[in-house]
């Protein structure tokens, strides 16, 4: 079982930054994705980045540009880099690890974007 623990998030103005980090409790290497989702309320969990193993990411449209998803190996973290940030991107943002057909949450992370 892996186990995530998310940090980093808070409340930043409108074209502020913020960087969340998700650090698992086994390295990262043996995780085959690893990203980051957002939900805000009355919305379905989105996809906001992905990252494999391998280091391929990808990105939700909404986010592409302002978003970059990272990877510390020996720390076991992945981080997200928020820049440009913009009231839409208001939720509540959950890490997630999937390995061996098992996904894997974090409680989740607030992000207030204020105008």
């Known amino acids: 079982q892996v186990q995530l623990v998310e940090s980093g998030g808070g409340l930043v103005q409108a074209g502020g930054s913020l960087r969340l980090s998700c650090a698992a409790s086994?390295?990262?290497?043996?995780?085959?994705?690893m990203g980051w989702y957002r939900q805000a309320p009355g919305k379905q969990r989105e996809l906001v980045a992905a990252i494999t193993s391998g280091g391929n990411t990808n990105y939700a449209d909404s986010v592409k540009g302002r978003f970059t998803i990272s990877r510390d190996n020996a720390k076991n973290t992945v981080y997200q880099h928020m820049n440009s940030l913009k009231p839409e991107d208001t939720s509540v943002y959950y890490c997630?690890?999937?390995?061996?057909?098992?996904?894997?949450w974090g409680q989740g992370t607030q992000v207030t974007v204020s105008s």
């Open positions: 086994r390295s990262i290497l043996g995780i085959d994705t």
């Open positions: 997630k690890a999937r390995r061996a057909g098992w996904t894997y």
